[in-house]
């Protein structure tokens, strides 16, 4: 049996009839005369297709049993390659992460080609049934479609399963037993008003700028002073990377007077750094406890000496979407007074115990902490009411106004005036 390797199969001369010829995945395929432009062109079509395959030891198209787990391996694989964005990985391969969970777990063993659509449905019925909602079950669904497409374009299953997968419709509302989500509703201003106080100043800034914009959070954790034009009354910030990137859309941000006042003091720093950085937070802490420091200065430690030398955790140069949310959650806790039973949960507690204080602290935390997200719903709600749902649309950069509609609250004002009016 020929030695399997990745490297780039060579171009040989088969004494014995003469021909060219290469061997790919363990097979040999005889390309004609050697030496020929028309063996050169043949090695160059095949070589072509192995390594759009990703360099396949072995040709999938002839390991007919091949199973759901390997099939979740070579995407994953795939994914994590694939969904890149500026030579850094995207949230999107970790998106896929779930669902091949629940088709690793419970159809790794089975081949992949019998995994038809009973198999889809079974599996959809079993999230319903584990309390997930409508929409991740259908979000789940549409990625295990996408793995077997993707899985038959690398001719890993035959065409036909994927085909037979795309029969299976999603769940409707009103006609499944599976919970509907809570939709994002927009956090009151009051509401973030009292957070303020228990965040750090810089997310706090962060927090005041995403409701002034109705920018993403992460086009908000993104800002330098490169990408943003200070001429004119209004400026103007466009992100390097934002959502709709690969779509081809453009995304500008514009920053009125009022965000300028809060964004001013964060320019004054080399241009391509980031605005918003956890170092400077985690400076002005430290400098806070130095200035309510009661020992005197030739006592006890000498700042910055009782540090660990090798932290599991330090502060970086940026923030992330899931720091930003951290933080705004726990300034949240404290803000609306999460009782302390169930912040910290007792080592010495039982298992049950600890079930039933993770169901209250998550029943606490679904009604009193609002996340990042909410800003910009609030954003676009206000925008709406005052200039119309056009506006609104510009302001948040959706290329389709049904999407700003999601986000903008409607103005139910409006329709009592024409029923005081009219009716």
């Known amino acids: 049996m020929p030695r399997l390797t990745s490297a780039t199969p060579k171009y040989r001369h088969h004494k014995a009839s003469g021909q060219a010829v290469v061997t790919i995945c363990g097979r040999d395929h005889y390309l004609g005369p050697y030496k020929s432009k028309a063996s050169r062109l043949e090695y160059d079509r095949l070589i072509g297709e192995w390594l759009a395959a990703g360099r396949p030891a072995v040709r999938a198209v002839e390991r007919v049993e091949i199973s759901v787990a390997e099939v979740c391996l070579a995407f994953w694989k795939h994914a994590q390659r694939h969904y890149r964005k500026n030579g850094r990985p995207t949230g999107t391969a970790e998106n896929y992460r779930p669902a091949l969970s629940w088709l690793r777990k419970r159809y790794g063993r089975t081949a992949a080609v019998d995994f038809g659509p009973i198999s889809l449905k079974a599996l959809c019925l079993a999230m319903v049934q584990s309390g997930n909602s409508r929409r991740y079950v259908n979000d789940q669904m549409h990625r295990i479609r996408k793995v077997f497409r993707w899985a038959a374009s690398e001719e890993m299953i035959p065409a036909s399963v994927t085909d037979a997968l795309a029969t299976v419709d999603g769940l409707q509302k009103g006609r499944t037993d599976a919970r509907e989500p809570d939709p994002v509703e927009p956090v009151a201003d009051p509401t973030v008003e009292l957070t303020l106080p228990h965040l750090p100043e810089v997310v706090a800034d962060m927090v005041r700028l995403q409701r002034l914009t109705g920018a993403r959070p992460g086009e908000i954790i993104a800002m330098r002073p490169c990408d943003i034009v200070r001429t004119g009354d209004v400026w103007q910030y466009t992100p390097a990377e934002h959502k709709t990137e690969h779509h081809g859309h453009q995304r500008t941000i514009f920053i009125g007077p009022r965000a300028q006042a809060i964004l001013g003091k964060y320019l004054l720093r080399d241009a391509s750094e980031h605005c918003f950085r956890p170092i400077d937070s985690e ?51 404290i803000a609306f007074g999460m009782p302390e039973s169930l912040r910290k949960i007792p080592r010495t507690a039982t298992p049950e115990q600890k079930a039933e204080a993770q169901r209250r602290a998550a029943e606490w935390r ?55 009016e009219v009716g």
């Open 366 to 420: 679904k009604v009193n902490v609002w996340h990042p997200n909410q800003l910009r719903h609030t954003a676009a709600t206000d925008i709406r009411e005052k200039f119309g749902l056009e506006h609104a649309q510009v302001t948040l950069g959706h290329s389709r106004m049904n999407v700003t509609e999601i986000y903008a609250e409607k103005n139910l004002k409006l329709a009592a005036d024409v029923a005081r």
């Open 283 to 333: 400076r002005k802490r430290r400098l806070a406890i130095r200035t309510k420091r009661e020992t005197p200065w030739n006592c006890g430690n000498a700042p910055g000496t009782n540090r660990k030398a090798k932290p599991r955790r330090k502060a970086g140069e940026a923030n992330s979407n899931d720091s930003y949310r951290r933080a705004i959650a726990r300034a949240c806790e």
